[in-house]
Structure formats: structure tokens, C-alpha cells
């Protein structure tokens, strides 16, 4: 067994790994590590998720001095896998008076010329705004030693073939070059015997990929079904933090509306996004303001959040390689993570081959009952009841003069039971637009209320939604399920609208 104190590395290296909890390397660092330390260049091939950053980051760091220029080059595909890489160095050299500086469009290139003035020893970034430095003369690569291309498929995927070679031309040809890829497609190959030298290749098999903290399942379900199934698999998990796969821009798109509609807390994130949009989306998820993101293999590259309890297969991917790739998105940092992939009855010889290629079995289980919800769900009910009573206030003692009236005619134990029903079940409404029995749609904390407008008056969900916000004063995320009937709306929202929503619900009755 290998430990991070075997390599020949600094203490000061060592004692960052330790302060960051990890003794033993993962498989791309205990085979890459080594091979980056003698010097020579190194070809990498391995999937997210496995810990390639610090198998590069590592040796990088460790060669890097304080003296204040700039000696190590990453180019990679998006922003926000520079935000990440940088994030990791900046935790490998907290005993090393070293900088790192993350380069990036959408940000101020004046905040980055600044710091490259008063000077950096590591530089992360992304081709396009590389360049922009390099055609300023504002970054100086004259005395840099090593250059590392991360997600090098991902980039050449982009287009940024050609700002790596112009880039790579104004590096000293005496340099180290490291390359990571989770593919090794022709072009890859093709880069790397123009610009590396005899390079060393280390590999990790798809059965080291996949960890084994990461719980894999898959559900058989109907593609007429298909959303209300996730909808139930997602009500009687615990789900924190949850990445779902979708195959198209427009499955992105559609899956984000559906599940936004039923009072999901979801966003989308494909290519049309603009940056500043992204980000956005990206803020909330990391900040858990979302449960839910929803994005294509390509808008999710790049993505690194610790804490994705859920990684789901809304789509089954396209080949085994993207299937490791997605998962290994949850079970980080040692945690358990769960992997659950929607397979409908025309795509399981398409699974199997996933099986055969992973070298493992990927047990199924069925499609929660409605029941099974329930009884998932009842703990968080007394919570929200308890919570409620807690809370008290006035828009309790508005109700009490009616609650006495009912429980002297009524048992108390039915009065409950009643008012649950009435609370957690759909009604005729929802019936009538093709939910089934037990479905609120709702995320937990949230209640109903009617508003008696619809498709009459051709309202939008981002139109009343958008209304409601800005009259009521709460953000627009807190607004969930939206239904939309042809002379009422029903919405989902958190207890700061309980006191409108009772009323609404009251007279509608």
C-alpha cells in the first residue's frame, strides 16, 4: 500500500496533503505522481472524480520556488474547472510562499494584469483569455518549466486546438508538459507527438474509476412515465445535492421546466447559457439555493462540488466512458454517493454494455409506490407540523377559532388525517392535468394556494412568477410547482406566503 509520506516529495507538500485529510493517493495518483517526478513528460488518462488534479498539482507545486515569475503554465477547457484547479493548489502550497492566479473571461482583465504584475508562480486558465495576455504582453512565459493541459478532449472538443498551439509556442521548448484526458481521441494523440517529448503514459481502468463509496442503481421505467418516476425516486431519497444527466440542450431545457413546475428547487445549465448566466446557476448550486442542476455532459464539464449527494442518469449516456465520467461527479472526498440511471425497456442492451465495459453488475430496484413516498415522507411532515406549531403567531390564532369549532364536532385523530390528506395529496385539480394520487410536486416546507387567472388572461410560470416576487418581496426561486389549468393557477410556496395561501385555499374551497 502506498501513502502520500512514500513520495519524494517537500514537507511542506506532505504536511498540506495531511492538513487536508488524505494519507493514501487515488489510482492516478499513485501511478502519475511518480512519473511527474522524475521529469519527463507525462500522458494521463483518467475520468473526473478520480483526483487527477492533485496528481499533477502535487508534483507541480513541489517543483515550483517563491521567487516571483511565473514557472507553471494549465490551460483548461471552462472557467470554472480553472476556479477549481486553483482552489487545490492554493490548498497544496499553504506552507509554500507560493501564488496562483485562475485567468478567465467574464472577469475583469484588469483585476488579472494587476496580479500578474505583482507577481505569480502558477497560472490557470482558459485558451481564449491565455492568449488575450499573451497579445498584451502581459504574461510572460519565458521562464516557465511546466505546462499542463487538463481536459484536453474537452478543450479540443471547444475549438481551442489552435490558441493551445499558439500558446504552446511561446513556452521554452525545455519544459515539462503533462496532458489529462479522459479520451484519447486521434486529435489528442496527434498534439501530443507535436509538442511532448517521449512521454510516459499512465492509465486507470474503468473498474479503478468507478469508486467504490458511490452507490450504483438503475430503474426500469416507460418513457410516457418517465418524469413522474424521477419524481418519486427523488421524493423517497434523500437527496442534498443532485446533478441530473440529460442528453440534449432541449431535454436540459424541458426536464428543467418539468421539474420546476412541480415545486422542484432546479435550474438548467447547457450551452446557450451566456457566462454571467452560468455563474449564476452555478452560484445557487453550490450554495445549495437549487437541489437540482440539470446539464448536458458537455455544459458539466469543469464542474466540481463536493458535496453532490446524487448524480442521475435522467438520460442513459451515449457510451460506458460518459457513464464513469458522470458518476464520478458524487462520492468526493471519501463520502458516499449515490449513481441512479432511468433505463426505459428499449435501452437495456444499451446498459449492458455499460456493465460489460465497467466490469460489474448494476442492480435495479422499482419505481417507488405512491405509498412508499408517503411513508418516506411522513417523518418530514410531523417536522413541518412541529415547525409550524413551534412558530405560532398570528396567522396561527386566525385559525384557531375554527379549529375549536371543528374538534368539538369532530375526532381529533380524523381531523389530522383529514387535514394531511388535504394538505399532501393532489386534488381533483391535478387529476384532471395527469398527476397522479399522492403527487404535491412540492419541495418540503411549501403549501398551496390558488389564484383564479390561467390560461384566460395568457399568463406565463416566469410572468407570475416574476409578479409575485416583486410584489410580494421574496426571491423568485421560493416559488415552486406552477400549474397551469384553463381558469386557475396552482402554485407552490414556503411558509413566509402560509397566511395568503390558507385564505386562498379556503375560499377556493
Not at 520556488?65 to 487545490?88: K, W
Not at 455544459?299 to 458535496?307: F, H, L, P, T, Y
Not at 412540492?442 to 398551496?448: D, I, L, T
Request: with cysteine.
Amino acid at each position: 500500500m502506498t501513502f502520500f509520506a512514500d513520495f519524494k516529495i517537500s514537507d511542506q507538500v506532505k504536511q498540506a496533503i495531511k492538513d487536508m485529510g488524505f494519507e493514501e493517493p487515488s489510482p492516478i495518483q499513485e501511478k502519475a505522481i511518480p512519473a511527474i517526478l522524475t521529469g519527463g513528460d507525462v500522458i494521463g488518462q483518467a475520468q473526473t472524480g478520480t483526483g487527477k488534479t492533485a496528481a499533477f498539482g502535487i508534483p507541480v507545486v513541489d517543483k515550483v520556488t517563491e521567487e516571483r515569475f511565473i514557472q507553471a503554465l494549465i490551460l483548461t477547457p471552462t472557467r470554472e474547472l480553472a476556479i477549481q484547479v486553483s482552489g487545490e493548489l492554493q490548498k497544496l502550497s499553504t506552507h509554500k510562499r507560493i501564488r496562483t492566479l485562475p485567468v478567465y473571461g467574464g472577469q475583469s482583465i484588469g483585476h488579472q494584469i494587476k496580479a500578474l504584475r505583482q507577481g505569480v508562480q502558477i497560472v490557470i486558465g482558459t485558451p481564449g483569455r491565455m492568449l488575450d495576455h499573451l497579445r498584451r504582453g502581459t504574461l510572460n512565459l519565458n521562464s516557465v518549466h511546466t505546462v499542463v493541459l487538463d481536459e484536453a478532449d474537452e478543450m479540443l472538443d471547444m475549438g481551442f486546438v489552435d490558441d493551445i498551439e499558439s500558446i504552446l509556442k511561446e513556452v521554452n521548448d525545455v519544459r515539462q508538459t503533462l496532458l489529462f484526458s479522459a479520451t484519447m481521441p486521434p486529435a489528442i494523440r496527434k498534439l501530443s507527438r507535436k509538442y511532448m517529448n517521449n512521454p510516459s503514459t499512465v492509465t486507470i481502468n474503468k473498474g479503478e474509476v468507478t469508486a467504490p463509496s458511490i452507490n450504483q442503481i438503475y430503474y426500469k421505467v416507460l418513457e410516457r412515465n418517465k418524469i413522474d418516476s424521477l419524481c418519486r425516486i427523488i421524493d423517497s431519497d434523500n437527496v442534498e445535492l443532485g446533478i441530473l444527466f440529460c442528453r440534449t440542450k432541449k431535454g436540459v431545457a424541458e426536464l428543467t421546466e418539468a421539474l420546476q413546475a412541480r415545486g422542484y428547487l432546479a435550474d438548467g445549465l447547457h450551452g446557450d447559457l451566456t457566462q454571467s448566466q452560468r455563474d449564476v446557476v452555478m452560484k445557487r448550486f453550490r450554495d445549495s439555493s437549487i437541489e437540482f442542476l440539470i446539464a448536458t455532459d458537455v455544459a458539466a464539464r469543469g464542474i466540481d462540488v463536493e458535496n453532490v449527494s446524487h448524480v442521475i442518469n435522467y438520460d442513459i449516456p451515449q457510451d460506458p466512458e460518459s457513464y464513469v465520467h458522470r458518476i464520478g461527479r458524487t462520492g468526493r472526498a471519501g463520502r458516499t454517493g449515490a449513481a441512479i440511471t432511468l433505463v426505459t425497456p428499449r435501452e437495456m442492451k444499451h446498459l449492458r454494455s455499460i456493465e460489460k465495459e465497467i466490469k460489474m453488475h448494476i442492480p435495479s430496484r422499482g419505481v417507488p409506490t405512491i405509498e412508499e413516498v408517503v411513508e418516506k415522507q411522513q417523518n418530514a411532515w410531523k417536522s413541518l407540523v412541529e415547525d409550524t406549531i413551534g412558530q405560532g403567531g398570528k396567522e396561527m390564532d386566525l385559525f384557531l377559532p375554527l379549529a375549536d369549532e371543528i374538534l368539538s364536532e369532530q375526532d381529533a385523530k380524523e381531523v389530522i388525517a383529514a387535514l394531511l390528506k388535504l394538505k399532501f395529496s393532489t386534488e381533483t385539480a391535478n387529476e384532471d392535468a395527469g398527476y397522479s394520487f399522492g403527487e404535491t410536486g412540492g419541495a418540503k416546507g411549501m403549501v398551496r394556494f390558488f389564484i383564479n387567472v390561467g390560461r384566460n388572461v395568457n399568463l406565463t410560470p416566469k410572468i407570475l412568477g416574476d409578479e409575485i416576487s416583486r410584489l410580494v418581496g421574496i426571491p423568485a426561486q421560493t416559488i415552486g410547482r406552477i400549474d397551469i389549468f384553463e381558469n386557475f393557477r396552482l402554485l407552490m410556496s414556503r411558509k413566509k406566503l402560509l397566511l395568503l395561501s390558507m385564505r386562498a385555499f379556503v375560499t377556493h374551497e
